[in-house]
């Protein structure tokens, strides 16, 4: 026996060693990616097969990836591949959001900082987190531009309800805007004008470009939802301001006329859906083209597909002007995306009884659509039915497969082994 356990020891010490020892690199896979293709991000890694591999070149690799600010988390699990060679996995978390950059007061373009930037950074697709890391490199970058004679910052902006973008300025910074006001316009008070600017441009850095962007994506939207679809904001002047540090800027409007709405297409979507897909908008019936009604009805049609198993569903708003009849017709752009379905209920912290009972109220069947807001509904059901005595927390925790389009559900009880009562009702139907 003792012979055998110490040849078994010398075994692990031999595929220790082996795995501490320099062997070229046979291939490399990257799990977890959504966002980026593996390709690119094997490429930031540095590595690529053939080279010599170890915990080393692995650990610096890993550190690249980290260090580019375009990841949460990054692991590794490398094994042999072969007689002498390693199979190397990367295991990454992406961070979920990127955006689009936008230079401002600087001697150099959006467009030249982008092209600069996929030359150099394999990550770079156009859009960029908004972490301290990425920013920090693309600011470096932008000051090589310059030759190093100015100094660049970097933050991430709202320029609009629920739109961001990575502005990168002087790092001394330009005046910030202090004040705004309107005048010109006959449709929408100035009050209300200044209301809607100040959501986004209040003390921020004050550029024509930027401010424009702020006009368009902040207080364009409010004319269109009153059929203004041709609004011009026809002046802007800026001085320094008396009360406030920074500059007072005021805006000239001419609103244009006034358009009706033609009708609302689809486009895109689900084969055969056109007729579902408007009503899930539920639009009301409009002489005047308002767009905020519109963009509302983009907004239920997300909910409305997320129900029907379409998770990672996109729906824009699009126009087409007709100024000789003063019309104007939307679109609802639809990009469905792949179709989630149900696969497994788990169920934690429950005797038999109760989870026969639990299981027994779950509507979605494998292989049914998956509704996105089923789980929690299905909670808040099961705490009004009093299934339980002296029922505790209950968490329940989707784990979405964006590979094989499949959800899993967990739910977990708190308390377990409670007793169930007999439900009011056989089961629950999806919502």
């Not at 059929?227 to 800027?249: A, E």
């Amino acid at each position: 026996m003792g012979t055998r356990i110490y040849l078994v020891l010398l075994l692990f010490a031999a595929l220790a060693g082996a795995q501490n020892r320099s062997f070229p690199i046979d291939s490399i896979t990257v799990e977890g990616n959504r966002i980026l293709s593996a390709q690119v991000i094997v490429e930031a890694s540095g590595l690529k097969p053939g080279d010599p591999g170890d915990a080393a070149a692995f650990d610096a690799a890993r550190d690249r990836l980290i260090a580019s600010g375009y990841f949460e988390t990054v692991g590794y699990r490398y094994k042999p591949a072969g007689a002498k060679g390693y199979q190397i996995t990367f295991e990454v978390k992406e961070s979920a959001t990127l955006y689009p950059l936008r230079v401002e007061a600087l001697p150099v373009t959006a467009q030249q900082v982008a092209t600069k930037l996929k030359a150099v950074d394999p990550l770079f697709t156009g859009r960029m987190p908004g972490t301290k890391q990425a920013i920090d490199r693309v600011a470096h970058e932008i000051e090589q531009m310059l030759d190093g004679k100015q100094e660049v910052a970097g933050r991430v902006i709202t320029t609009g309800p629920d739109e961001f973008e990575i502005q990168f300025l002087p790092r001394r910074g330009v005046p910030a805007v202090a004040t705004v006001a309107f005048e010109g316009s006959k449709a929408i008070s100035p009050i209300d004008l200044r209301n809607k600017i100040a959501e986004v441009a209040f003390g921020q850095p004050f550029t024509d470009s930027g401010f424009r962007v702020f006009l368009d994506n902040q207080v364009r939207p409010a004319f269109e939802a009153k059929g203004y679809m041709r609004v011009q904001f026809t002046g802007i002047t800026t001085t320094p301001s008396t009360q406030f540090q920074g500059l007072d800027v005021k805006v000239t409007v001419e609103d244009g006329p006034q358009y009706t709405l033609s009708g609302v297409t689809v486009k895109g979507g689900p084969e055969g859906e056109t007729a579902h897909i408007l009503k899930l908008a539920k639009l009301p019936k409009m002489t005047i083209a308002d767009f905020d009604q519109i963009r509302d009805g983009a907004g239920r049609i997300r909910e409305g597909m997320h129900h029907d198993g379409y998770l990672d569903v996109d729906v824009t708003v699009d126009k087409k002007i007709y100024d000789a009849d003063r019309t104007v017709e939307a679109f609802l752009v639809v990009n469905e995306g792949p179709r989630y379905t149900f696969r497994k209920l788990t169920v934690n912290g429950l005797g038999l009884d109760g989870e026969a009972a639990i299981r027994k109220m779950w509507s979605v069947k494998p292989g049914d659509p998956y509704p996105q807001e089923y789980p929690n509904y299905f909670v808040s059901e099961v705490k009004k039915e009093g299934l339980f005595d002296n029922l505790g927390d209950i968490r329940a925790t989707p784990d979405i497969d964006r590979k094989t389009h499949v959800v899993d559900v967990t739910l977990d009880f708190k308390t377990a082994d409670l007793a169930p009562k007999p439900p009011r009702r056989p089961g629950l139907p999806p919502i």
